[in-house]
């Protein structure tokens, strides 16, 4: 339905001097960089997925997660979480040209200055000796260059109150950031009982001070409303560029060193997905693996790079020991706050429900297909939220930093780790260090744990404020499943089998609640529904209610072949190059090392960014 269908590549070159796995929100950056800056090499992207209209999560005529596109999303199951009472984590990522930008929920925030900052941290003195530094100030100029930014017209900012600061954006690059020119009438309502719990409103929280109220932009059109993602901005939209191909419907399956790792860039061994043909392409310059969190360590396992014990048992050759591949997963999780009013004003129009009205419903769909869009579908899943710090959550803070560094004094935090990485020095020295790095993290009062995301304050029956924790100690695994290593990976989320993210999850429970007793809720009668009084001085009840309550992946899996030097577990270094292999990088979100406090969506696009500066600096004059 963009019209671009037919522009995938039918002809493969005998050669390419990139090839890039995944066409997704970091891989399609890289590749139109790279295109861009170096025209006299070639580019082509290898992508499992083809080229399908992607909705936005609440656009007519469909729905989020309606069986109508799933064609362009895997679903996971994870296996259980023993410590959550079993839980599974439901969890989707794209399969499609612009991956999950192009199914995501548009919310387009940034961590804090803090989160990258702690990326550099947890590497150490190496890393942070890097000339090529991933901290705040290293990524910032990346984060400002990989979106254009349009604010809002002079009527929304004054009637919903929007408040922006240009000087955190400045690209001009075909992939937006833009506030929507509606909200429900009761959005006011939460935001006055956050104020009066103490939470300020932060003008712009996407310059790297985000503690408070914050308004986050959408990834959308600013005029039609739609989505914007990497397909259409990094893809379809800088068309026609000769040396820029795109392969769809491809499985990349593994690289293949002929002559070991450090022999020059591997060969890709290629999956025709319609006839189950197999055949390799070779890159002259590099391969670059960008196939996201839960599919670029099964590329790097099935090609005999990862712990050498798992391969062992998967009877894959051995290429390169690296334990820290597919170990490391995070997520956002996080239980909710359930509550009801007793005196809800029936004045307050529109709100959610207005929906079920058909003529409301009609004018709306409408209003979205105009020039420009109008009405409740441009506002997608909502653009508010409030980011709070551990401090300001509680007193007690300092209790839970100190038993994070007492379970690394003690020797005891290894313990929490995958049993396989219990006697291997370097997982335990790199978790430590992670930990370590959290603790100072977790401190700060300027640097948010929790994230409560809202569109409108009365859902029927219940209204839910939900708590993400947005810094997980707890650390799970991806594995090829060994019965079929091509399909999907086994996911073990291993929630809570560091058990301090408990105090963590009841800290930011016990801290929203409290909205229930601030003046703007009670003068609508709000009641709570759970986790109820009940569990007000009672740790043991709490635990018991996440347990129960829990949602374990916000969607936002990473870290899995993290960015670190090799003897703190990690997989790439600074320069995203795998450790020990030549001609072979990963860029996307598996390299984070640790989980920043946002959607995940712009430091992709920030992270393709920097790959894409940093492997220009290399090859161009070559
Ligand atoms: C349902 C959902 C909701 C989300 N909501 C938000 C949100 O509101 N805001 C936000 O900022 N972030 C959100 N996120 C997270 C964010 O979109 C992702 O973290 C980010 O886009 C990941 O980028 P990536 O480049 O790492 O991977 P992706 O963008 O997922 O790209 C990976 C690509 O690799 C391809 N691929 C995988 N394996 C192979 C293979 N073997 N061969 C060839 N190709 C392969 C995939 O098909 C895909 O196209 C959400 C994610 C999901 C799934």
């Known amino acids: 339905q963009y019209g671009y269908t037919e522009r995938q590549t039918l002809q493969l070159r005998s050669s390419y001097d990139f090839v890039i796995v995944g066409a997704g929100t970091s891989g399609l950056t890289i590749a139109d960089r790279l295109s861009q800056a170096l025209p006299s090499k070639t580019v082509l992207v290898v992508e499992y997925g083809k080229i399908?209209?992607?909705?936005?999560?609440?656009?007519?005529?469909?729905?989020?997660?309606?069986?109508?596109?799933?064609?362009?999303?895997w679903v996971f199951n994870s296996l259980p979480s023993p410590e959550m009472k079993n839980k599974t984590a439901f969890v989707t990522v794209g399969q499609v040209v612009g991956g999950s930008s192009c199914i995501n929920g548009m919310f387009f925030d940034r961590g804090s200055r803090f989160d990258y900052d702690a990326w550099t941290d947890a590497g150490g003195p190496e890393f942070a000796r890097s000339d090529v530094k991933w901290?705040?100030?290293?990524l910032f100029p990346y984060f400002k260059k990989s979106v254009k930014f349009t604010k809002p017209s002079h009527s929304a900012a004054q009637k919903y109150g929007y408040t922006w600061d240009e000087s955190a954006y400045g690209g001009s690059t075909d992939i937006s950031s833009s506030y929507p020119p509606f909200q429900w009438a009761d959005q006011p309502v939460l935001r006055d009982?956050?104020?009066?719990?103490?939470?300020?409103?932060?003008?712009?929280?996407?310059?790297?001070?985000?503690?408070?109220?914050?308004?986050?932009?959408?990834?959308?059109?600013?005029?039609?409303?739609?989505?914007?993602?990497?397909?259409i901005g990094h893809y379809a939209n800088v068309l026609p560029r000769a040396n820029y191909d795109l392969l769809v419907n491809h499985q990349a399956i593994r690289v293949v060193y002929p002559k070991g790792p450090q022999s020059g860039p591997p060969v890709l061994e290629v999956l025709a997905r319609a006839d189950g043909t197999i055949f390799n392409i070779t890159a002259?310059?590099?391969?670059?693996?960008?196939?996201?969190?839960?599919?670029?360590?099964?590329?790097?396992?099935?090609?005999?790079?990862?712990?050498?014990?798992?391969?062992?048992?998967?009877?894959?050759?051995?290429?390169?020991?690296?334990?820290g591949v597919g170990s490391n997963l995070q997520d956002h999780s996080g239980p909710p706050v359930n509550f009801n009013y007793t005196d809800f004003p029936s004045s307050l129009f529109p709100v959610p429900s207005s929906m079920l009205n058909a003529t409301f419903k009609a004018d709306a769909i409408a209003g979205f297909n105009e020039t420009p869009a109008r009405g409740p579908y441009t506002l997608s899943l909502g653009n508010s939220a409030i980011y709070v710090s551990l401090p300001h959550m509680s007193p007690k803070y300092a209790t839970i930093i100190s038993k994070i560094r007492k379970?690394?004094?003690?020797?005891?935090?290894?313990?929490?780790?995958?049993?396989?990485?219990?006697?291997?020095?370097?997982?335990?020295?790199?978790?430590?260090?992670?930990?370590?790095?959290?603790?100072?993290?977790?401190?700060?009062?300027?640097?948010?744990?929790?994230?409560?995301?809202?569109?409108?304050?009365?859902?029927?029956?219940?209204?839910?404020?939900?708590?993400?924790?947005l810094h997980p100690l707890s650390r799970g695994t991806v594995r090829l499943n060994l019965?079929?290593?091509?399909?999907?990976?086994?996911?073990?989320?291993?929630?809570?089998?560091?058990?301090?993210?408990?105090?963590?999850?009841?800290?930011?429970?016990?801290?929203?609640?409290?909205?229930?007793?601030?003046?703007?809720?009670?003068?609508?009668?709000?009641?709570?529904?759970?986790?109820?009084?009940?569990?007000?001085?009672?740790?043991?009840?709490?635990?018991?209610?996440?347990?129960?309550?829990?949602?374990?992946?916000?969607?936002?899996?990473?870290?899995?072949?993290?960015?670190?030097?090799?003897?703190?577990?990690?997989?790439?270094?600074?320069?995203?190059?795998?450790?020990?292999?030549?001609?072979?990088?990963?860029?996307?979100?598996?390299?984070?090392?640790?989980?920043?406090?946002?959607?995940?969506?712009?430091?992709?696009?920030?992270?393709?960014?920097?790959?894409?500066?940093?492997?220009?600096?290399?090859w161009k004059g070559h």
């Not at 399908?52 to 999303?73: K, M, V």
């Not at 901290?135 to 290293?138: A, E, L, R, S, V």
């Open 52 to 73: 399908e209209y992607c909705p936005g999560p609440f656009d007519p005529p469909t729905n989020w997660l309606e069986p109508a596109d799933s064609a362009s999303r």
């Open 483 to 618: 019965t079929s290593p091509l399909a999907q990976p086994l996911l073990d989320y291993r929630m809570g089998s560091n058990p301090i993210d408990f105090d963590l999850h009841t800290t930011g429970v016990r801290f929203l609640r409290t909205l229930l007793d601030t003046p703007a809720m009670k003068k609508y009668g709000a009641t709570e529904v759970s986790p109820g009084a009940a569990v007000a001085g009672n740790e043991t009840a709490l635990v018991e209610y996440v347990k129960d309550q829990i949602i374990l992946s916000f969607q936002h899996p990473c870290c899995t072949a993290p960015m670190l030097p090799k003897d703190r577990g990690g997989v790439v270094g600074t320069d995203l190059k795998v450790h020990g292999a030549k001609g072979l990088r990963v860029a996307d979100m598996s390299v984070s090392p640790l989980l920043v406090g946002s959607h995940l969506s712009a430091t992709a696009y920030a992270v393709g960014e920097k790959a894409a500066d940093i492997i220009i600096g290399q």
């Open 407 to 469: 379970a690394v004094s003690s020797g005891i935090a290894a313990s929490y780790l995958p049993s396989e990485y219990q006697s291997i020095p370097a997982m335990v020295s790199g978790y430590n260090a992670q930990l370590l790095t959290l603790a100072d993290l977790l401190s700060n009062p300027e640097a948010p744990n929790l994230e409560s995301p809202w569109a409108t304050s009365n859902i029927s029956p219940a209204t839910t404020v939900w708590s993400f924790l």
């Open 193 to 231: 009982g956050w104020k009066e719990m103490g939470i300020k409103p932060v003008k712009e929280c996407a310059g790297g001070d985000k503690e408070g109220i914050c308004w986050v932009p959408t990834s959308q059109n600013p005029v039609t409303g739609r989505r914007s993602h990497a397909g």
């Open 135 to 138: 901290n705040w100030k290293g």
């Open 284 to 323: 002259q310059a590099e391969v670059i693996i960008s196939a996201g969190a839960l599919h670029t360590p099964t590329i790097l396992q099935r090609s005999g790079i990862g712990p050498a014990s798992f391969l062992l048992t998967a009877n894959i050759p051995l290429v390169l020991n690296l334990p």
